[in-house]
């Protein structure tokens, strides 16, 4: 498949579980980016990685979220301990290089706390 | 202030009007500038890059004014497919892009 894959697509957690979100780059991208948008505004960047490795963390909130790419594999968004505050939908974006221009998205998660 | 700010709308307009969106950045250092096109609950699609000298791809045409630090977008010949909200997207140097809220197209028969 061409495009960038996202699972779930639709994810419903109650407060204080564990969600994952799962991204799956297009064929020849190593370069992973993830973004979040709260109802009624834009995307905010929260993470830059390559295979392996975190290359920018800047916009990730300090607590309970985590993202990893392994070698194998697709990338993983891992929240802990859920509030309602988290519920948004999640895009994953990839590309070709690392120098950020060129980000194909793929169709989101959206996530709801309950 | 925010780094990239656009009118949210919604711009109603009929079919065949044209309508211009305006978008401004804070950063001066910012190099890379796009226009990126939501629909509603999907994820955003790239519509076109913006440069200095000007850009038309069809119907659009996206303009940069890096002394005032604005961009702009002008739709001509509105089309019922057009509806969407379009984001005003500033590349923030190093890899990451930055977002604007979006302005709310709606364009009606």
């Known amino acids: 498949n061409a495009d960038v894959m996202q699972n779930p697509r639709h994810l419903v957690r109650r407060r204080g579980q564990e969600a994952r979100l799962r991204c799956s780059p297009m064929k020849g991208h190593s370069h992973v980016y993830w973004y979040r948008q709260l109802p009624e505004e834009g995307l905010k960047f929260m993470v830059y990685l390559q295979k392996e490795n975190i290359i920018d963390e800047s916009g990730m909130p300090k607590e309970r979220f985590s993202a990893e790419f392994p070698k194998e594999g697709p990338s993983i968004l891992r929240i802990q301990q859920v509030v309602r505050g988290d519920s948004a939908a999640y895009f994953c974006?990839?590309?070709?290089?690392?120098?950020?221009?060129?980000?194909?998205f793929g169709p989101g998660t959206r996530l709801t706390v309950t | 202030r925010k780094e990239v700010e656009q009118d949210p709308g919604p711009f109603n307009v009929p079919e065949g009007a044209t309508v211009a969106f305006n978008c401004t950045y804070s950063n001066s250092a910012s190099q890379s500038f796009f226009w990126y096109r939501q629909d509603c609950r999907k994820e955003p699609k790239l519509l076109m890059s913006?440069?200095?000298s000007g850009n038309e791809d069809g119907r659009f045409t996206a303009q940069l004014n890096r002394a005032s630090q604005y961009i702009s977008l002008l739709i001509r010949d509105s089309k019922l497919s057009d509806s969407a909200t379009y984001l005003c997207?500033?590349?923030?140097?190093?890899?990451?892009?930055?977002f604007g809220t979006g302005t709310r197209l709606q364009v009606f028969p």
């Open positions: 913006v440069y200095s």
């Open positions: 974006a990839s590309s070709p290089t690392g120098t950020g221009y060129e980000q194909y």
């Open positions: 997207v500033v590349h923030g140097g190093g890899d990451k892009l930055i």
